[in-house]
């Protein structure tokens, strides 16, 4: 009998995916699949430090994608939940899928694919908040900067949505609880960490980073925001349900409340 | 820009046009290709709700609120005693690009009173239009408000920089129009719909000869109609929604309850109850009309001309048509399940594909997220348990509505209370 193995990778998606190959390649029987800094050994299963290899890593994305495009979303959009013990979910979902023919695989009476897909519909709302409640600032260097404290590791799902977005201003929008940020230079966007002294919750009280402007504007968000509201029709369970509170703190027409 | 004045038409102009329902910014794929400004995105993003729930996707103003007409049930009317303000076009197009740089809005929502003429107004809502298009190079959303009155030319403009363009309709009998609008016709309001939807169709066949056919008013037409102003029944909204969904292929159509703004005997008087949970159930009735397959006359008719307030208008039909009931899950047609009570279409989309595998039961249909307790007694699957009991309509209307609970159930609620 194999002894099974605990993959140890270095945390980023392109490690997860190299261990995946690896366990593939080498027929392991995986017993878990963790991050590195955070794993603890079973007491029957030897260790394996996987080194990412981007190159095996696209062979296995590829070779996902070739089965279904929706397969590869819901696996890379899982992965960035962050879930604990999410690794050998997706390992049990990717092996199910490569034994199907068609790669239809869409089993929702299946407990891994409905929790996998469970997961990705998680992270795509959080993303798709995102793209709504991320509210730049002017800074004095023509900057438009936000920052954010996402539920999930989303700020590369959300890159692309505003580099289209808002192709001719620099922006930078900066997750605070991951600690990095994206940044577009009028070409393209790259990652970057900042030495952010202090976090630009909407507080009374005014930063001056930003521009003169930046505060009337906000004023006029304010007030638009409560004049477009019908106090007739008042319905605090709603709006929490659709605004949660977690997010209030960085959004600026929410200041008072917070 | 100076901004206290900005500041105060803002506030006069955003609350004189929040009662129109309409926020969506979808259904425009509008692209940023030059490096512009914007990118519509397709499903619409609603960037904030305001503290009645409804979403803010767009920065929602008049260009005025001078009116000459003097509609009963709205708050510009002439006759009314209000401070009047109007933005001056740059105005509308700095605050536009201002908040949606700040990633504050999906676009423009602009509509109007109505200063001198129909088509001196709508060249005003135009112009701003073109000037986001043209010097702005904004590729945002943009929703114009076309002007019952306004000429075909004006409007044939208007579709060439607005994503979508809306009439509201407002009073769904021409009965009650005459008696709350006595200054418009009918006809007003229809002829630039129909002038638009011409256009549309007009340039979506050259689209399928010339690829690169300009974009004319993608995201379509909508409307709105108040409800609860002029003593409509369920089944004249709908039956009206259903000739504007047919005729001028509106992409919605918009309920929106009366909040009463006036003293005046035609209308309900100030403080009476907006009809909340009647909006609700025409929204669903809506849904079921769009995506379930149901057609208006099974759910509204003559015997039946106003919504059940208790149930949703689909348990409420199949209360009525307990014949078609018990439906198996595992061999039904799709059209079927999107029948039963408490399955919606994601759930039937789910079944569908999970039922290739193997025979579903009632925990893997509870997992995919059935709503059990309405579904239970309309459907059988993979399993010994299933309601056996011959129950009639009230019997189960009465369970389920033991084992829900409702946000407005105080409201209709004929049970007595025992301690208030």
Same mark, same amino acid.
């Given at each position: 009998m194999n002894a099974s193995t605990t993959l140890i990778y270095d945390s980023s998606f392109n490690g997860f995916l190299t261990a995946v190959f690896v366990a593939f390649d080498e027929k392991i029987s995986v017993a878990? /699949?963790?991050?590195? %800094?955070?794993?603890?050994? %079973? @007491?029957?299963?030897?260790?394996?430090? /996987?080194?990412t290899h981007v190159e095996k890593a696209k062979r296995v994305w590829n070779g996902i994608r070739n089965k279904s495009h929706n397969a590869i979303s819901n696996v890379y959009f899982a992965f960035l939940s962050e879930t604990e013990g999410v690794e050998m979910l997706l390992f049990d979902y990717i092996q199910? @899928?490569?034994?199907?023919?068609n790669g239809k695989y869409l089993d929702y009476s299946d407990s891994t694919v409905l929790h996998i897909s469970q997961l990705a519909r998680k992270v795509g709302r959080e993303k798709h908040r995102m793209e709504a409640f991320v509210r730049f600032q002017l800074t004095k260097d023509n900057i438009y900067f936000a920052n954010i404290e996402p539920d999930f590791d989303v700020l590369p799902l959300i890159s692309k949505h505003f580099r289209d977005r808002y192709a001719d201003q620099q922006w930078l929008i900066y997750d605070v609880k991951r600690k990095y940020g994206i940044y577009y230079n009028l070409d393209h966007v790259e990652m970057v960490s900042l030495n952010l002294k202090d976090i630009h919750h909407n507080k009374i009280h005014k930063s001056d980073a930003f521009v003169n402007g930046e505060y009337e504007y906000q004023t006029l968000w304010n007030d638009y925001f409560k004049s477009t509201g019908i106090l007739s029709r008042i319905n605090p369970k709603l709006h929490t349900q659709h605004v949660p509170k977690r997010y209030w703190k960085y959004l600026s027409e929410k200041k008072e409340a917070v | 820009m100076d901004f206290d004045r900005v500041r105060e038409k803002l506030n006069i102009l955003a609350d004189a046009a929040k009662y129109d329902v309409s926020c969506a910014s979808s259904g425009s794929d509008r692209t940023n290709k030059t490096k512009g400004l914007g990118n519509a995105s397709k499903m619409g993003i609603c960037h904030s709700y305001t503290e009645d729930g409804r979403c803010i996707s767009l920065l929602k103003i008049l260009l005025t609120n001078h009116c000459i007409y003097d509609c009963a049930y709205c708050v510009t009317r002439k006759s009314n005693d209000i401070q009047r303000a109007a933005f001056k076009i740059q105005e509308v197009v700095d605050l536009?690009? =201002?908040?949606?740089?700040? =990633?504050?809005?999906?676009?423009?929502?602009?509509?109007?009173?109505?200063?001198?003429n129909a088509d001196y107004t709508m060249e005003r809502l135009v112009a701003v239009a073109k000037k986001l298009r043209e010097e702005e190079n904004f590729n945002g959303y943009i929703h114009l408000k076309s002007i019952p009155g306004a000429s075909d030319e004006l409007m044939y403009e208007a579709g060439l920089y607005a994503d979508r363009l809306s009439v509201n309709i407002e009073v769904p009998t021409i009965s009650?129009?005459?008696?709350?609008?006595?200054d418009k016709k009918h006809e007003d309001f229809t002829k630039p719909m129909l002038k638009v939807k011409n256009e549309i169709v007009r340039y979506q066949a050259e689209r399928k000869i010339i690829k690169s056919t300009p974009k004319y008013a993608p995201a379509g037409q909508s409307t709105q109609m108040i409800v609860g102003a002029s003593g409509e029944t369920d089944k004249d909204i709908m039956y009206s929604a259903t000739y504007y969904y047919k005729t001028y292929q509106m992409k919605r159509v918009y309920y929106s309850g009366y909040v009463p703004i006036a003293d005046d005997a035609r209308l309900p008087a100030i403080g009476s109850q907006v009809p909340m949970l009647r909006e609700n159930r025409l929204y669903q009735t809506d849904w079921l009309l769009r995506f379930y397959g149901f057609a208006v006359n099974e759910i509204l008719n003559h015997e039946h001309p106003n919504l059940d307030m208790e149930v949703d208008p689909k348990l409420s039909w199949a209360l009525r048509n307990l014949h078609h009931f018990p439906v198996d899950v595992n061999t039904a047609d799709k059209r079927l399940l999107a029948r039963i009570p408490g399955i919606g279409m994601q759930s039937v989309q789910k079944i569908m594909d999970a039922r290739k595998f193997r025979r579903l039961n009632w925990d893997h249909l509870k997992k995919i997220g059935v709503a059990l307790n309405r579904a239970q007694y309309f459907m059988v699957c993979d399993s010994r348990h299933w309601e056996r009991r011959d129950l009639d309509a009230e019997k189960i209307k009465g369970m389920i509505l033991q084992t829900s609970s409702g946000q407005f159930r105080n409201q209709y609620s004929t049970q007595l209370s025992l301690f208030n």
């Open positions: 878990d /699949i963790q991050k590195n %800094g955070r794993c603890q050994n %079973g @007491l029957f299963s030897e260790t394996e430090t /996987i080194f199910k @899928l490569m034994r199907t023919q | 536009t690009i =201002n908040f949606y740089r700040r =990633n504050y809005i999906e676009g423009l929502f602009l509509s109007s009173g109505i200063f001198k009650g129009l005459k008696l709350l609008a006595p």
